[in-house]
């Protein structure tokens, strides 16, 4: 079966960081690019990051570019999103996706 959970979201200050985990069961993320996405209320699923499995290249949306950090652990199976000073404009469920699985999403929600 082939499963993502993604962890790490929660209630962060404006200026403050959280570290998303995207963990995949079922297949090995080795022969997979990487993405991470997110959804606001009342908006659009939108791409926020990328890495590619044959060289780790990765890509950014302009919004997040100097802030957020993709990465991945293939030997743990995991992805990662490593988020710095974040934003009130950064609150959305975040999602991961792998081999057209999508995990079920982690909230993040950044707020004074």
């Known amino acids: 079966q082939v499963l993502l959970v993604e962890s790490g979201g929660g209630l962060v200050t404006p200026g403050g960081s959280l570290r998303l985990s995207c963990a995949a069961s079922?297949?090995?993320?080795?022969?997979?690019?990487i993405g991470w996405f997110r959804q606001a209320p009342g908006k659009e699923r939108e791409g926020v990051s990328c890495?590619?499995?044959?060289?780790?290249?990765?890509n950014y949306a302009d919004s997040v570019k100097g802030r957020f950090t993709i990465s991945r652990d293939n030997a743990k199976n995991t992805a990662y999103l490593q988020m710095n000073s974040l934003k009130p404009e950064d609150t959305a469920v975040y999602y991961c996706?792998?081999?057209?699985?999508w995990g079920q999403g982690t909230q993040v929600t950044v707020s004074s």
């Open positions: 996706s792998v081999n057209s699985a």
């Open positions: 079922g297949f090995t993320v080795d022969y997979y690019n």
């Open positions: 890495i590619s499995s044959s060289d780790g290249r990765t």
